[in-house]
């Protein structure tokens, strides 16, 4: 069992960043794949990031390429999204998301999911 608690999110103008973090609770988290989605009003849930169980391998969708970067520190349990130069059609909430084995774009194969993190953008 993993639990998931994401944070870091907020109101931004255009251009601004932030960064998101997700602490996971247990003591395997360095077994898991990470994946960063993201679901705007009206619209289906969308992958932004994923990153392998180590850290050697990411993904990053094509509208946050070049802006956002995930990555991990297993020690501490933890998983980033730095995002920069945001843009109001980047608001919508993020969640972080757990699976076993390689990460997959698919939000269907991950098994655990944290409560989800607000970000507007104005612009």
């Known amino acids: 069992q993993v639990q998931l608690v994401e944070s870091g999110g907020g109101l931004v103008q255009a251009g601004g960043s932030l960064r998101l973090s997700c602490a996971a609770s247990g003591r395997t988290f360095s077994s898991y794949s990470m994946g960063w989605f993201r679901q705007a009003p009206g619209k289906q849930r969308e992958l932004v990031a994923a990153i392998s169980s180590g850290g050697s391998t990411t993904k990053h969708a094509d509208s946050v390429k070049g802006r956002f970067t995930i990555s991990r520190d297993n020690a501490e349990n933890t998983v980033y999204l730095q995002m920069n130069s945001l843009a109001p059609e980047d608001t919508a909430v993020y969640y972080c998301?757990?699976?076993?084995?390689?990460?997959?774009?698919?939000?269907?194969?991950?098994?655990?999911w944290g409560q989800g993190t607000q970000v507007t953008v104005s612009s």
């Open positions: 998301a757990a699976k076993r084995g390689y990460f997959s774009v698919s939000s269907r194969e991950y098994d655990y």
